[in-house]
């Protein structure tokens, strides 16, 4: 069975300013099964990031369902999912990935990657080694594992972004641009870890202006262009 279906999936905007409303994607229609990697591509605008932010539940969609294969709940349809269910996935198995860090204040740096690791049952001193070890892949400077991260440059909190939701090994990992900022050496940091994930089990969903760093990854390519024709009732998925 399926790790990931999403049926005829639509989401709308509210323009409250204007008193209308937008419709940023219809009739979404793919599936993942466990270990797959699925890119999304598509020009700026046409709803890469409302798809995973739908999947996340940042956004509550409108229209279909997005089954997934829980190891707690078995199939559950995100659409609907209630916020404490949402809320045990996001801690335990669904990660998210963006450009942007959005944790808590006054807590370094250190202490997220550990807290991410105490969530998913850690020991403390796991937690600690395991911590280190994740910053030091991503090499994020030791002299910044004991500052808040509010000051840290765009590349440096992306890569604690990803150490973040990556030390958990979560079953679904949606990835929104989270090499956008880096350079070539930190992709490649990035690129062992999605490997070394998806050998592992987890399945991904990911949005990469970066076509290059996305060859040899996908499993397979979902093209919003073809989607939003719909004249093609699936949309369209290429493997790779
Ligand atoms: N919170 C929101 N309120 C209103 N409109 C929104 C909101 N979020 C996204 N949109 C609109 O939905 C459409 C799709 O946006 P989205 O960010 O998903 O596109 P994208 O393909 O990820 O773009 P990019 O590649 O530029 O990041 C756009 O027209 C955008 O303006």
Known sequence: MAMLQVKDFGKRFT???LGKTRQAVEHIHFSLEQGEFLGIVGKSGSGKSTILKSI???YRPDEGSIIYNS???GFIDLTNA???EILYLRKHEIGYVSQFLNVMPRTTSRELVEKALLEMGATEQAA???AEKALTHFELDPKLWDHYPNTFSGGEKLRLNIAMATVKKPRLLLLDEPTASLDQQ???KVREIIEKLKASGTTLVGIFHDIEFMDGLCDHVF???FSQDKSVKEGVIHES
Do not use: C, F
Request: cysteine-free; charged content about 40%.
């Open 15 to 17: 323009i409250h300013h």
């Open 56 to 58: 996340y539940r940042t």
């Open 71 to 73: 190891a707690r709940y």
């Open 82 to 84: 209630t916020e404490r």
């Open 128 to 130: 600690k080694i395991e």
């Open 186 to 188: 930190s992709k490649i």
């Open 223 to 225: 093209d919003m262009q």
